[in-house]
């Protein structure tokens, strides 16, 4: 009794051992196979870590910068020097002893006067200006701010050209996963076709020839399912590659549910696209530098102060000490009419640049135009692709009852297999080309992250 109770335990203990084996094989294939991810997941880790998307956002965060650099030209200016001298220029020795206080009655003299002996001067001073009155530099703030508000809508626009990438790879991952299976069935449609030209020849109602070229059409059925499986590898690894992983993406199944509006709808929503705001504000800092161009005529105003001083031994030394309290004013009157040539530039920059962003406006009109009616068309084309395969499949199926029954010949079938294996590809690649349709609708419409349910990752959020 003893002797069954311990082998029922080590039976047990055996099959615990091969299912924990199980389980950590099944897990390792799961996880070599890739992270699964939905399209709306994907997209969302995309606008995190893709390169391209990383490396925009630090531009952006550069030309941030700029409005800093701009608004420091309006504050104090506070500088520090030291200096040091040693000459027998007469006018410089003069001037040394006077400001380090060793004057004496004794440099007076004509010949000390004329060939001084060689004197040492170390300066200190501590500097500070103050721009009161600086009208090119108030602007040139406006401008920098201006110009990284272009570019913060260049970053958005950014994040949804790489949407647009990232849905259009996840859908080729997913057409590739899913022709696998038409691969399958093709592999099983050949197989039966081999199976009815050996049984035919062995019945003597077909030859042999027959079951060489069902043979040739399974061979050919297998290389397209062994294409198929390597296209699905390379597929979800190019969809990891874009989200900026190092492994491979595999995809959900799960439906798009993106509600078609009217022409108009998207038409209203492209004049609010993020690269037409952004070429709205270059179009306002063309004006703006109109603006730069004229404050050139307006003087500028600003004060400042010093305290100084020397020593004739030693650095920081303070044997005399002095101080000055300025004020400047300056004013450009002529420049050799370079100020009006650049204000002639500046309008033909704002022509230009005019021109620019009412050919953008108009351009984003038309490819909605162009998006919408490719919605109609993908649709359509996927309905007849649908039907074509109805067709296929029943033309294939009474080729083969004609060929079992000795009525047709065997490469009526294989043609008509072709055309069934063309047929379901055909359904598949519509079906997919009706859902990018849809997305890039959408995306020239500025809104496929509202349509995904997502959100622009703003700078200020990381």
Known sequence: ??????????????YFFLAAISVLFLLHCEAAAGELMTLRAAVAKALESNHEIVAFKNSLASH???????????????????????????????????????????????????????????????????PLLAMQAAIGIDMSETAYAAKKEEYFRKQETVALQVAQTYLMAQMAEEYISVAQKGVEDASEHLRIAKVSFKNGLGLYADTLRASTAMTEAEQKLV??????KVAQRSLGLLLGLEGSIRTDSDDLDIKLHELEHYTRRAATRRDIQSMQFHFENARNNLKLNEAGYIPSLGVGSSY?????????GSDGESWQVFALFKWEIFDGTKRSHEKQKAH????????????????????????????DEARKNYELAQSARATAEEGQRLVRVRYENGLSPLVDLLDAQVSLDQARTNVLVREKEQQLATLKLCFESGIILQELGLKAVSIENN
């Open 1 to 14: 009794m003893q002797f069954w109770h311990k082998k029922y335990q080590g039976i047990r203990l055996f």
């Open 64 to 130: 941030k910068e700029d409005i800093g650099i701009a608004q420091s030209t309006l504050m104090p200016k506070l500088t520090l020097e030291e200096r040091f001298l040693r000459t027998n220029n007469p006018t410089y020795v003069f001037m040394s002893k006077l400001n380090q206080g060793r004057f004496t009655m004794q440099d007076f003299d004509i010949d000390s006067l004329n060939d001084p002996a060689p004197a040492n001067d170390f300066q200190t001073s501590l500097a500070v200006f103050q």
């Open 227 to 232: 294409s198929a499986e390597k296209n699905l």
């Open 308 to 316: 100084q001083l020397n020593d004739a031994e030693v650095p920081f």
């Open 348 to 375: 033909y920059q704002i022509a230009e640049t005019r021109e620019h962003l009412a050919q953008l406006m108009d351009a984003a009109t038309f490819q909605v135009f162009e998006a919408f009616l490719g919605v």
